[in-house]
Each structure stands twice: as C-alpha cells, then as structure tokens.
C-alpha cells in the first residue's frame, strides 16, 4: 500500500444472512453485513458524487450505491452489501469493495465533492393522502399510489401530479466554497413566502434549462426514469442490457447538468418528455 491514506484500515469476518424469498429447489442469495474498523463518513461526499445512482440519507447516516449488480448501503461505521450466491463471492466482493472505498478516498483531491443529503423515505400510504386518489395517470404513472412509492423514495417530484398542493415552505442549498473557488460544504436554509429564493437562485429540484441534445434512446430511457423505474426495468422494458442502461443514464446526467434521477425527472417534467410513438 506505500503511504497511501486509506479510509478503511480493517473489518471483521462478514456475517453473512439469508436474503430474499427462498423458492423450492433454488439456492438462498445471501447479504453480508461488515463491522467497519473506521469511520468511513468522510467518503461519503465522493461516493455521492462519482456513483450515478448514489443516494446519501442524512437521519440516519448513510449512503446506497449499487456496484457490480450489487447493493451496497453504508453506515459510517457499517456495511450492508447484497445478494450473493456464497461466502466466497461475498468476501471477494467485500475486498473489491474495500479497495475501491480506499482508493477513492486517496484520490478525492481530483473529485469534487457532493454533499447533497436526501431526506428519509417517506411511506407511501403517508404521501398518498397528499394526493386526489383519483388514478388520472397525468404524472406518468398508473395509478396515485404508484406516484406515492415514487414520491418517497425520491423517484419522482410532486409538481408531476396537477393538484399536489403547494408546500408550506421549501429550503434552499448554497455552495460554501475556499479561496479557490473549490466547494466545500453546502448550507440549507427553510424558505417561506417571505422569505423566498429569488427567481435566479436554484432550490432543489431544480435544473437547468439547457439544450440537452438527447439520443432518442436517451428520451426513451429519461422518461421511465422520471416515471420512477430503476436501471433493471428500463432494461427489460427496452430490450437493453443493465450496463447499456447505466451507460445511458451517465449521459443523460452529463447532458443534463444533473446530479440524480430526481432532478433528471424534474427536467423531464419541465420539458414535457414523452416517449416515441412506435408504428
């Protein structure tokens, strides 16, 4: 290893769980969950901002990112990764794991950090009482309560349902940069009709207007996303491979100017993107 700082210096053997419904005749996948010998928080920002799909929570602490087909939830001090198929492919995918994490953080000088924090998932029974219950299907999906599960987990925005009601208030994120103009953490303050952002100042959600010059593949693949699907289903849907969709989804966030699939969704919204009519 040389003297390269390393962010994670141990952990102990994996305990390793059944995970998932066992069907008769089939093998029991397995998740592994990892004692940290670190306080692994500090990559936290790196991860959120070179993984596609990251989403760090902030009550509790912790970050999911998928790696290799594989799901990967990080607490501080902790690690939940899963399926596997036996111990041996856990443990080798626990050291890959480790050494990415480890060479990330020996890297982050040349990565610009994310600090953007979702909040906890919201229930989709709760959000649903915030909705008209009556299945219009004018934010994309079909039914209210499939917006709702959408909704709490972040895989779509309530301004994509005509009568979601306004909020109360709404906060804003500012950058906090050093002398050199390089960001180093971010502020979030509450906002009321008093006390608004100006029509200038992004509040989150937002994004910007551009000329995205998407692929149609590109517009196939933004709008399931906006209408909440995760990377295997658009796979299915489209008839593509999960690598082609991720792929997809890299450029669509680089065209876009976007750092997730909420405020890709937002764009989406924005611009009233709709699928291709196929003949």
Known sequence: MGNR?????????????????LYECTRPSMA???HLHDDVSPVFPYLNAVEPESRWYSEPNYVQFAREDVQV??????????????????????????????????????????????????????????LPGTNCKDCGFNTCMAFAAALGRHMAVP??????????YQSAT???????????????????DRTSARPTDTIPGSVPE?????????????????????????????????HTVKSHVINIFNKLGVNDRTQAAVWAARHDIVLPKKN
């Not at 626990?94 to 050494?99: D, G, K, P």
């Not at 692929?215 to 699907?229: D, F, P």
Request: glycine fraction near 4%; charged fraction near 15%.
């Open 159 to 168: 301004h994509q349902c005509p009568d979601f009601s306004p909020p109360l």
């Open 32 to 34: 592994a969950s990892i």
């Open 210 to 242: 551009t000329n995205a010059n998407l692929t149609n593949r590109e517009i196939e693949v933004l709008r399931l996303i906006a209408e909440g699907a995760t990377n295997p289903e658009i796979a299915v849907i489209l008839s593509i491979s999960p």
């Open 174 to 192: 500012y950058p906090v940069l050093d002398e050199n103009g390089k960001l180093q953490t971010t502020i979030s303050l509450e906002l009321t």
């Open 73 to 130: 939830t990080l607490y501080p001090c902790e690690a939940v990764v899963m399926p596997f198929s036996s111990k041996g492919q856990a443990l080798w995918y626990i050291n890959a794991l480790v050494s990415y994490l480890n060479d990330l953080f020996a890297q982050r000088e040349s990565v610009t950090p994310d600090y953007k924090r979702m909040a906890r998932p919201v229930s989709a029974v709760a959000v649903y009482k915030l």
């Open 5 to 21: 700082q390393m962010i994670i210096s141990g952990y102990d053997d994996p305990n390793l769980t059944r995970a998932g419904i």
